[in-house]
Every structure is written in C-alpha cells, then in structure tokens.
C-alpha cells in the first residue's frame, strides 16, 4: 500500500500568530483568528512533501500486529480527547487502557528488525502513559503527551497500520514555548495543551494515509 505525507506549512505562519497571544484578555482574540481559517478549502496537493516522523518501513507485518496498533490508536484519541476536555481522570482512564493496549502488543511474532524496532516504541507508549495515568493532574499529563504521541505515531506508520488519515499536529507555544506535538483523526485543531483557553493554537504538520 502507498503512503502518502503531506504538510500544512501554509498554515503555521498563521497558526503561530494566534498563539504567540498569551495573555488572558488575547486568548480569546487568537482563537478568534485562527478560527476563521476553513481547513476543509485547503488544496492539498498544493503542499510540499514533508515527514516530520522518520519510520522504518515494515507494511508486510502480519495482520494481528496491524489490528493491535490500530487498537492502539484509538485508544491514544480517547486520551488525547481528554486533554482537549481538560478533564484529567478521563485522561487517566484512558491512558490506563493504551497500557493495556500497548502491552498486548504481538511483538513476538515479528522478524528481528521489525521485533526491536516494536519493543522500543512500545516501552515509549507504556512508560509515558504510565505517567500520565499515575497523574492527579493536567499540567503533569501533557508533560508526556509528546513522547506517546510520537511513539504511537510512529508505529502506525512503520506498520501501515492506520485505518483512518492521522494528522500530527504542533503547537509552537506548549511546554513553555518548547513546542508540542500531538496526534490527531481529525484536520481541524483541538489543542490538548491548553484545552478551551487556546483551544485552536496550532497547525497540521504532517498528515499520513494509507
């Protein structure tokens, strides 16, 4: 099956300015801003190619180990969700479930480069929503949302295991203005950093499809 990577870039100069509005009275104006862009008339096959995630390409992996990283996804969504919510025991709950997810992994099944490759980037996904699900609270959660994002990002892509389009997002202003990635079903932007308060702060980055 063809992978396919696209970019939005034209639209993080944009996304960059509503969110550079930290303050409590320009939250609501960067919201504003950014909201009025309509993803939906966007010309994709305008954009330059990018890949943000650099993945091995193991797409013959057996079926079992593409169904249980798709699990795996949907999951990682039901988390991330409940950043966006804000509500940080749904996010407990659900990181508890990617542990569960992620340690029924079929790993063993695999060929030796496909083995280590799936043994590394699950250990990610366990150890960091571990953490998230051992918080009491928001702030300590979204600390470890960028490791699972990218760890359960790059299984799916390194398996070809996405049934559904995946876009990996980024917020320029989370973590302290470090920047923060996070992993999406859906174009449009919900930010799992800081929730209502700068709910569309961010751009699509990289998107991927079978």
């Known amino acids: 099956m063809k992978k396919t990577f696209f970019t939005a870039a034209v639209i993080a100069a944009f996304a960059f300015t509503a969110c550079s509005e930290t303050t409590t009275e320009n939250a609501e104006v960067a919201v504003e801003q950014t909201e009025e862009m309509d993803h939906s008339t966007m010309d994709h096959s305008q954009m330059p190619t ?3 995630v650099e993945t091995p390409n193991f797409e013959s992996v057996s079926e079992p180990m593409q169904t249980q990283i798709e699990q795996l996804v949907d999951q990682y ?7 966006v919510a804000s509500d ?14 992620a340690k029924a992994m079929p790993v063993a099944t695999l060929t030796t480069d496909e083995k280590a490759y799936a043994e590394e980037k699950t250990q990610e996904v366990i150890s960091s929503a571990t953490s998230i699900a051992s918080a009491n609270d928001l702030a300590a ?8 994002s990218e760890s359960v990002f790059s299984l799916a892509k390194a398996f070809n295991a996405a049934d559904e389009t995946l876009y990996y997002q980024h917020c320029p202003m989370a973590m302290d203005n470090k920047g923060g990635y996070w992993l999406s079903s859906n174009e449009e932007i919900r930010n799992p950093y800081f929730g209502e308060s700068m709910l569309k702060c961010g751009s699509v980055e990289e998107v991927y499809k079978k």
Request: without cysteine; proline residues 0%.
């Open 50 to 52: 990018s890949v943000v």
């Open 77 to 83: 969504m039901k988390l991330k969700d409940a950043l």
């Open 88 to 101: 940080a025991q749904a996010a407990q709950a659900a990181a508890n479930e990617v542990v569960t997810v």
């Open 141 to 148: 959660q979204r600390e470890n949302l960028e490791m699972l």
